[in-house]
C-alpha cells in the first residue's frame, strides 16, 4: 500500500510491519515511567487466568452432572452432592468465567483507552511538526483515513494480544493435559492434528486475503482523498460546473474499492467454510471414538458429553482464532502506516541544545541566502539584505520573483540551502522554532479560519487574551461593527476555513489576531489584497501604527501600499536588483519605475 514518505528523506525508509509493530506498541502495555499501567496489565492477567480455569473445569462438572442423572457416578461423594448440586455448581462455574471476563476487560479498559490518547497525541503533535515541503504534497483525506484506523488498530492490538493469542494457548494446553490424562494419546492425537490443520490453513489463507485487503485499503484512501479535496474546491466546482465530473471521479474511486472489496468478501466466504469443515472434521471423528468407547464399556455417557464439551470449548476460540489473526493482521498493515508516518523526520528540526531566540532590537539578516524547492531550480540566488531594527522594508517583483519565499525561510519553513538568516546576530538555525515564531506576526495573503467562532479565530493570536484586548484589536483592525452588526456578534460562526465570510472579513480577522500577538518583527504577505480601497486605506494606516518600534518586512504587488515604506528592494529572478525609496527608485529609472508605471497604466485603465 502506498506510504506517506513525501520527503526524500526517507524516500529509502522501509515501511514498518509484523514484529517491528508489536515492538513500537509494546511500550505502550509496559511503560517504564507508569507503574500504574504495569499493575493493571498484572490484575488483568490473573482474572484472565482465572476465568480460563474455571472454564477448563465447566466441562469436568458438566460430566459428573450426566453420570450422575444416568447411573454411572460411582464416587460416594457424587452421589451425595447429586445432580441438582452439581448442576448448580456447574452454572455456578459459568457465572464466574464470565465474571472474571469482564473483570479482566474492566481492569484493561483504562490502559487500552491511555494508550490510545497518547498514541493520538503523539501522532497529531507530530504532523504538526513535519515540515512545510511535507504539507504541501500530502493529502488531507488520505491522512486523516490512516490515522483513524492507525489508532484503532493500536487498540485491537493491545486487547487482543494480551487477551486472545496467550490465554488461548494457555486454555489449550489444560484441554490437551485433561484429554490425555482422562482418555489417553489418541484422543488428544486427533485434536492436535486438527489444530494445527486448522492453524496452517488460516495463516495461509489470510497472508492471501492481507494482500487483498492492503488493495482495498489503498482504494479506500484514494476516494476518501478525493472526496475531501472535491469538497474543500466546493466553490472551484461550482465555477466550473464540474460536479458530474467530480461525481465521476469519486466514483471510478469507488468503483476500484467495490472491486477490491468484493475479493475481500468472497475470500472470507471460502477461509469460514475451510475452517468449518477442518473443525467439524476433527469433532466428528472424536465424538465417534468416544461414542465407541461409551459402547464397549470404557466410557460413560458422561465422558462422551465431557469430551463434546471441550471440542465445543476448542472450537470457539479456534474460530475466534482466525478472525483474531485476520485482524491482528489487518491492524498490523494499518499501524504500519500510521508509524511509517510517525517515522517521517521533519525537514526543518530544532538542533540539540537550541537556545531561545532573544529579540533585542530585531535586526534582520539575510546574508548570501540561497534556496529553491528543488534542487534543480533556484529560487533564490545568493540574496543579501539587512533590516535594521524598527525599520520597514517592502520587498517587491513580478510574479516568480522569490519574494514570498523570503517569508518563508524568515518563518523557518524551510532551510536555507546556503548562506544564513540572522535575527540580532543570531542564525535561527540555532534558536528553537517555537521562541522564533512567537518572535514573528504574519498576516499571509490569503487568511485562513477555524471553522469556530469570530472571537476563537482573533483570540488565536495569544493564549488568554481578555475580551477587552480582543475587542480592542478588532476596532484597530476596522471589523469591530461589522462584527456588531451580526446576530451573534463575536460568538458568529465562520464556517470552514472562514467561507461564511467574504475575503476582506477575512483578512481583517487574520490581522486582528496578529495584532493580539504582537510580535517584534511583522510579516505582512498581500497582507491588504482582499480590501477594498477605503478599507485598505484605513488599514494601511492602522498597520503604520502597529509597526513603529517593530521591525517590518511587507509583501507587496500592489506599489501604491508600499510606497511611503523606509525602503524598498526590487527582486527580480531571486536577485536584488534595486532597492532604496520609493522616490530614489522612481527617480533611477530602473526596474522598480517600470513596474509603477505600469500599475499606473492598469489602475487609469480600469
Known amino acids: 500500500m502506498r506510504r506517506l514518505q513525501t520527503t526524500d528523506a526517507n524516500l529509502n525508509n522501509q515501511p514498518i510491519e509484523g514484529w517491528n509493530v508489536i515492538r513500537r506498541v509494546a511500550p505502550y502495555l509496559w511503560p517504564e515511567d507508569k507503574p500504574w499501567v504495569k499493575r493493571r496489565v498484572v490484575l488483568a492477567m490473573v482474572a484472565l487466568f482465572a476465568s480460563k480455569l474455571v472454564a477448563v473445569v465447566g466441562p469436568m462438572l458438566y460430566k459428573l452432572v450426566v453420570d450422575a442423572l444416568s447411573g454411572e457416578a460411582g464416587d460416594a461423594m457424587l452421589l451425595a452432592l447429586g445432580a441438582v448440586g452439581l448442576t448448580v455448581a456447574y452454572g455456578m462455574a459459568r457465572l464466574m468465567t464470565n465474571g472474571f471476563q469482564q473483570l479482566r476487560d474492566v481492569i484493561f479498559a483504562k490502559v487500552g483507552q491511555g494508550a490510545l490518547r497518547q498514541l493520538a497525541l503523539e501522532t497529531f503533535t507530530h504532523i504538526h511538526r513535519l515540515s512545510m515541503r511535507y504539507h504541501i504534497t500530502r493529502k488531507t483525506g488520505g491522512l486523516s483515513r490512516i490515522i483513524e484506523r492507525g489508532v484503532k488498530g493500536v487498540d485491537f492490538l493491545l486487547r487482543f494480544l494480551l487477551f486472545s493469542i496467550g490465554p488461548l494457548i494457555l486454555e489449550l494446553l489444560m484441554i490437551a493435559v485433561i484429554l490425555l490424562w482422562h482418555f489417553g494419546f489418541s484422543y488428544l492425537g486427533v485434536v492436535a492434528v486438527t489444530i494445527a490443520i486448522y492453524i496452517w490453513f488460516t495463516f495461509k489463507v489470510t497472508e492471501w486475503r492481507v494482500r487483498i485487503r492492503k488493495e482495498m485499503n489503498e482504494q479506500d484512501t484514494d476516494a476518501n482523498q478525493k472526496a475531501i479535496d472535491s469538497l474543500l474546491n466546493f466553490e472551484t466546482v461550482k465555477y466550473f ?66 469430551i463434546n464439551a471441550y471440542m465445543i470449548q476448542i472450537t470457539m476460540p479456534l474460530n475466534f482464532l482466525g478472525s483474531v489473526y485476520r485482524e491482528i493482521r489487518q491492524a498490523m498493515v494499518d499501524m504500519g502506516e500510521m508509524f511509517d508516518l510517525l517515522e517521517q523526520p521533519p525537514d526543518v528540526a530544532d538542533k540539540k541544545g537550541a537556545k531561545v531566540l532573544n529579540v533585542k532590537s530585531g535586526e534582520v ?90 472571537r476563537y479565530n482573533i483570540a488565536y493570536g495569544r493564549d488568554g487574551a481578555s475580551e477587552d484586548e480582543i475587542i480592542a484589536v478588532a476596532k484597530a483592525a476596522k471589523i469591530h461593527d461589522f462584527i456588531m452588526g451580526l446576530p451573534e456578534g463575536y460568538d458568529t460562526q465562520v464556517g470552514e476555513r472562514g467561507l461564511k465570510l467574504s475575503g476582506g472579513e477575512k483578512q481583517r480577522v487574520g490581522i486582528a489576531r496578529t495584532l493580539l500577538k504582537n510580535p517584534p518583527i511583522l510579516l505582512l504577505d498581500e497582507a491588504t489584497s482582499a480590501l477594498d480601497t477605503d478599507t485598505e486605506r484605513d488599514i494601511q494606516s492602522e498597520l503604520k501604527a502597529m509597526g513603529k518600534g517593530r521591525t517590518v518586512l511587507t509583501i507587496a504587488h500592489r506599489l501604491s501600499t508600499i510606497a511611503d515604506a523606509d525602503r524598498i528592494v526590487v527582486l527580480e529572478k531571486g536577485e536584488i536588483v534595486e532597492q532604496g525609496t520609493h522616490e530614489a527608485l522612481l527617480a533611477r529609472a530602473g526596474r522598480y519605475a517600470q513596474l509603477w508605471a505600469r500599475q499606473q497604466a492598469e489602475e487609469q485603465a480600469a
Open 365 to 454: 539578516v539575510f546574508d548570501t541566502v540561497s534556496f529553491g524547492y528543488d534542487a534543480e531550480r533556484a529560487i533564490l540566488k545568493g540574496v543579501s539584505l539587512t533590516v535594521s531594527g524598527g525599520e520597514t522594508v517592502a520587498i517587491v517583483g513580478s510574479s516568480g520573483s522569490g519574494k514570498s519565499t523570503i517569508g518563508r525561510l524568515l518563518f523557518r519553513f524551510y532551510d536555507v540551502s546556503g548562506g544564513a538568516i540572522r535575527i540580532d546576530d543570531q542564525d535561527i538555525r540555532d534558536v528553537t522554532q517555537d521562541s522564533l515564531h512567537d518572535a514573528i506576526g504574519v498576516v499571509p495573503q490569503d487568511t485562513v479560519l477555524f471553522n469556530d467562532t469570530i
Open 241 to 306: 460546473g464540474a460536479e458530474a465530473r467530480e461525481a465521476g471521479r469519486y466514483d471510478g474511486a469507488m468503483a476500484l474499492y467495490e472491486k477490491a472489496a468484493l475479493k475481500t468478501a468472497y475470500t472470507l466466504g471460502f477461509l469460514n467454510f475451510g475452517q468449518a469443515f477442518v473443525i467439524t472434521t476433527g469433532l466428528v471423528l472424536v465424538m465417534v471414538m468416544a461414542a465407541l468407547g461409551v459402547q464397549d464399556g470404557t466410557l460413560t455417557t458422561g465422558d462422551f458429553v465431557m
